[in-house]
């Protein structure tokens, strides 16, 4: 009877534990996955802010659980390895985050080139005796998609009261780039001790060709280099493919066993340096 009774005792106080380690964890995730969500959402809305998307940041948790459950469940299916499966899945979870941000740099690219016919309607404003202010509005309906929309934002703020340098300044900061730093600091100089413009944006307007000039020389200078790197980051799975086609028993051993997985692991690591070092050699800054 004593011996039943300490067991009974050992058994209530090990539930116990249990008990209250699992409410603490919960609790604890719980407040973990509510900061995490208020950051990520918040940080999504205003990405999305500035390319202008019409979707809910909240829909893109939920977007990123999916492609990371699809990666997981599919790639388990098809070869019924935990490892690539976990992998696959971590993967997907990043999948729709690093969608928006290409898309962002390719909204920004499009912005940066846009930059110089900018310059140009505002020259030409300028130059027929209409003020800055209004010369943002009059390009506005001039320049396409991204342009015309940054600068709607702008002249939306100025008619609500805002001075010309804060909504540059807030322009800025959804695209940021040397070119248009450059531009919004000719304006505030300009605004303070004065000066002609139009000469300024003209001598802006001859650095920014100037400078995307070199940068496409540069660009045909080193496409050797990226081409070659490209390769070689790829001979060594094209290699691996070869062998699996041919002799698979020799190829399988790295995806079924830990050791193998270590060293596929090794590789990939080698992989992303090597990509790494070789883009930091032919990326150039001008």
């Known amino acids: 009877m ?3 009774a300490a067991q009974g005792f050992v058994l209530s106080f090990i539930f116990a534990a249990v008990t209250i380690f699992v409410t603490v ?3 604890l995730f719980s407040e973990g996955w509510t900061t995490y969500e208020e950051k990520y959402v918040s940080g999504a809305e205003r990405t999305l802010e500035s390319m202008f998307l ?16 699809l990666g997981f469940f599919g790639v388990l299916l098809a070869t019924q ?13 990043f999948v729709p985050e690093v969608t928006i941000r290409l898309l962002r740099w390719k909204r920004a690219r ?11 309607s505002l020259t030409n404003s ?51 780039g040397e070119d248009l730093d450059l531009v919004i600091t000719a304006i505030e100089i300009s605004g303070e001790v004065g000066g002609n413009l139009t000469e300024v944006f003209g001598k802006i307007s001859h650095t920014i060709r100037d400078r995307s000039r070199i940068e ?5 200078l080193t496409a050797m280099g990226r081409l070659q790197g490209l390769v070689m ?33 090794v590789i990939a690591v080698l992989e992303v340096m090597g990509f790494w070092f070789i883009r930091k050699i032919v990326n150039i800054e001008v």
Do not use: C
């Open 110 to 120: 499009r912005f940066q080139e846009q930059l110089v016919d900018l310059l140009q």
């Open 126 to 176: 300028l130059r027929a005796g209409i003020a800055l202010p209004m010369a943002f509005e009059s390009a506005r309906h001039e320049m396409p998609n991204p342009m015309a929309q940054e600068i709607g934002l702008l002249t939306q703020e100025l008619k609500l009261g805002a001075s010309l340098d804060a909504a540059l300044r807030h322009m800025l900061e959804r695209m940021p």
């Open 25 to 27: 964890g919960f609790s």
């Open 81 to 93: 390895e935990m490892v690539w499966s976990v992998l696959t899945g971590l993967a997907g979870v």
């Open 216 to 220: 496409r020389r540069i660009s045909a």
């Open 233 to 265: 980051g790829l001979l060594p799975l094209a290699f691996l493919l070869g062998i699996y086609l041919m002799q698979p028993e020799y190829i399988l051993p790295l995806f079924t066993t830990w050791t193998g997985n270590a060293i596929l692991g």
């Open 2 to 4: 004593e011996d039943l």
């Open 54 to 69: 019409s979707i809910p940041p909240q829909q893109l948790i939920y977007l990123s659980a999916f492609t990371g459950t």
